[in-house]
C-alpha cells in the first residue's frame, strides 16, 4: 500500500541491470494505492538485483516526492551465499588526515600574522 498526502498520481519505475524496466502510472482515489505488477511482467526479469523508483506526482506541488529501493531476486527457495567477514581487510590509508589538520593551521597562522602586522 502507498499512503499519500496531496498526491494524484504515483509513478513507478522498476528496472534491472540488464535494461528491462517496466513503468506505470496510477491514479489515486482518497490518498491510498497499490502497486501491482502481473506475473508476466515480472517474468521478463532475470534473477538478481532490482531497483524499484516511486514518485508521487501532483498537480500543486511542481517537484513530486520521491522514494527508492533496492532487492534481489533468487530462484524458488534460493539461498543466498553466506559470506566470511574474518578475512576482511581494511585499506589504513591515512593520507588525507594531514591535509585537515595543516590547512586550518596555516588558516589561523596567516590570520594572527595579518592582524599583528595590521595593528603595527
Do not use: C, M
Amino acid at each position: 500500500d502507498i499512503d499519500t498526502t496531496h498526491a494524484n498520481s504515483i509513478l513507478y519505475f522498476l528496472s534491472d541491470s540488464n535494461n528491462n524496466s517496466i513503468s506505470e502510472s496510477i491514479n489515486i482515489d482518497k490518498n491510498s494505492t497499490k502497486i501491482r505488477i502481473s506475473g508476466e511482467k515480472i517474468k521478463e526479469f532475470d534473477n538478481g538485483a532490482k531497483d524499484l523508483k516511486i514518485f508521487a506526482i501532483s498537480d500543486s506541488v511542481l517537484k513530486p516526492d520521491y522514494y527508492s529501493t533496492s532487492f534481489l531476486i533468487v530462484e524458488n527457495n534460493g539461498v543466498l551465499p553466506e559470506l566470511n567477514y574474518d578475512d576482511t581487510e581494511f585499506n589504513q590509508n591515512d593520507s588525507f588526515e594531514w591535509v585537515l589538520l595543516i590547512v586550518p593551521t596555516i588558516i589561523i597562522i596567516t590570520t594572527i600574522i595579518y592582524i599583528k602586522k595590521r595593528k603595527h
